[in-house]
């Protein structure tokens, strides 16, 4: 029972407390806000240094192990990179759209067909390094590919 008063105590004291602070927007000082947006740029600048580095890391073993292998990660590598850049013109257009307060319906780019397309070509490249790339796995792939890349395309325009 005791606990429960001072409890209530406290939490009076506090509202009151809070209550009296100032209600403005804190801000700050134009120095730190600079250094937060040079910290920024240097971490994007910073990661996006990383994954290129590891994609061409990834892609020059692929290229060690077997050329075809290599020809397949690059291809893969093109679509991923095409699909960020589709990605972030979408966003920034989302963002500006809702700064404007426009609403627009969006059309999903990747819908199930081409996830599973892409899930096929993952398949294809993991069977390609168990069986050493035959020329049936090899046209599969390819096939795939083009299919996959053809239905992601139309679902852009």
Do not use: W
Not at 11 to 17: I, L, N, Q, R
Not at 110 to 138: A, R
Request: with cysteine.
């Amino acid at each position: 029972m005791i606990n429960g008063i001072i409890k209530l105590f406290y939490s009076e004291v506090v509202k009151t407390k809070m209550r009296n602070l100032p209600s403005s927007e804190y801000r700050l000082r134009d120095e730190c806000k600079d250094i937060q947006n040079i910290t920024l740029k240097i971490d994007s600048v910073f990661f996006k240094a990383l994954k290129f580095i590891l994609g061409v890391l990834i892609l020059f073993f692929a290229f060690n192990m077997k050329f075809i292998l290599g020809i397949e990660v690059l291809l893969l590598e093109i679509t991923y990179v095409v699909y960020k850049r589709n990605l972030e013109v979408r966003i920034k257009g989302s963002l500006e759209n809702i700064r404007n307060s426009i609403e627009i319906k969006a059309t999903n780019v990747l819908d199930e067909k081409g996830k599973t397309g892409i899930n096929l070509l993952s398949s294809l490249i993991i069977i390609g390094i168990l069986t050493g790339f035959n020329y049936i796995i090899v046209i599969s792939f390819l096939t795939v590919f083009l299919f996959t890349i053809k239905h992601i395309c139309s679902n852009i325009k």
